[in-house]
T-cell receptor
Framework: AQSVTQLGSHVSVSEGALVLLRCNYS??????LFWYVQYPNQGLQLLLK??????LVKGINGFEAEFKKSETSFHLTKPSAHMSDAAEYFC?????????????FGTGTKLQVIP | GAGVSQSPSNKVTEKGKDVELRCDPI?????LYWYRQRLGQGLEFLIY????????KSGLPSDRFSAERTGESVSTLTIQRTQQEDSAVYLC??????????????FGPGTRLLVL
C-alpha cells in the first residue's frame, strides 16, 4: 500500500520569497516520487521526479525537491517565488505492481503568490 | 500528435444521460490512464490500459463506468446514467512502459463534466 500526504491545501507566499510545499509519503517498497504542477484549466505537467541515485532532484522552473528516507518526505522548494508559479502542485508516489506503475497522488496544494 | 488531447473539453448533461469522453494519447505510448479530479480533491485513479487491455480497473467507482481502448491508441470512458456526483474533471494520461522504472505520465487538459 502507498499513500501521500500534502500538508496545507493552500499556501501563500510573497513574490521573491522562499516556496516550500510539503509532502510525506508511505510506501512498503522503495518509492518513486514525483511533483506535478497544474496551471488553471490545464492538465498536469511533471516538475521533477526521484527514482534512484542523488536524493536532491532538480526540476523545471527552478524547483527542486529532496528525498529524505528517514523522514519519509519529498518537500518541494524554490528559493524565490515568481508570479507565474501560482498553480496547484501535486505530490505523487509510484510503485511497480502487477506489471505497471501504480501512481497515487496527494490532494494537492494551491500556491498563491502575492505581489 | 504533440501531446495528449481530450474531447470534449466541457460537457454539461442531465442526470440519467450517458456520456462518452475521449482521449487521444501520444503516439507510441502503450500505457494509458484515466483519473477523476473532483473539486478540491486530488486525482483519483480510475483505470489503466496497457495496449488495448485493461489489467487494472480497480478504480472504476461503479458498473456505470466503463472504458475501452482500440488500436493501442484512442480510449473512451463511458459513464451511463450519469449522477450529480459524477461531476468532475476527467483526466487522461499516457506514458511509455519500459521495464520497471517509472515513466513520466503526460496529461491531457481534461474534460470538465457537469451533471445537472
Amino acid at each position: 500500500a502507498q499513500s501521500v500526504t500534502q500538508l496545507g491545501s493552500h499556501v501563500s507566499v510573497s513574490e521573491g520569497a522562499l516556496v516550500l510545499l510539503r509532502c510525506n509519503y508511505s510506501s512498503s517498497v522503495p518509492p518513486y516520487l514525483f511533483w506535478y504542477v497544474q496551471y488553471p484549466n490545464q492538465g498536469l505537467q511533471l516538475l521533477l521526479k526521484y527514482t534512484t541515485g542523488a536524493t536532491l532532484v532538480k526540476g523545471i522552473n527552478g524547483f527542486e525537491a529532496e528525498f529524505k528516507k528517514s523522514e519519509t518526505s519529498f518537500h518541494l522548494t524554490k528559493p524565490s517565488a515568481h508570479m507565474s508559479d501560482a498553480a496547484e502542485y501535486f505530490c505523487a508516489v509510484s510503485r511497480y505492481s502487477g506489471g505497471y506503475q501504480k501512481v497515487t497522488f496527494g490532494t494537492g496544494t494551491k500556491l498563491q503568490v502575492i505581489p | 500528435g504533440a501531446g495528449v488531447s481530450q474531447s470534449p473539453s466541457n460537457k454539461v448533461t442531465e442526470k440519467g444521460k450517458d456520456v462518452e469522453l475521449r482521449c487521444d494519447p501520444i503516439s507510441g505510448h502503450t500505457a494509458l490512464y484515466w483519473y477523476r479530479q473532483r473539486l478540491g480533491q486530488g486525482l483519483e485513479f480510475l483505470i489503466y490500459f496497457q495496449g488495448n487491455s485493461a489489467p487494472d480497473k480497480s478504480g472504476l467507482p461503479s458498473d456505470r463506468f466503463s472504458a475501452e481502448r482500440t488500436g493501442e491508441s484512442v480510449s473512451t470512458l463511458t459513464i451511463q446514467r450519469t449522477q450529480q456526483e459524477d461531476s468532475a474533471v476527467y483526466l487522461c494520461a499516457s506514458s511509455l512502459q519500459i521495464g520497471t522504472l517509472p515513466e513520466t505520465q503526460y496529461f491531457g487538459p481534461g474534460t470538465r463534466l457537469l451533471v445537472l
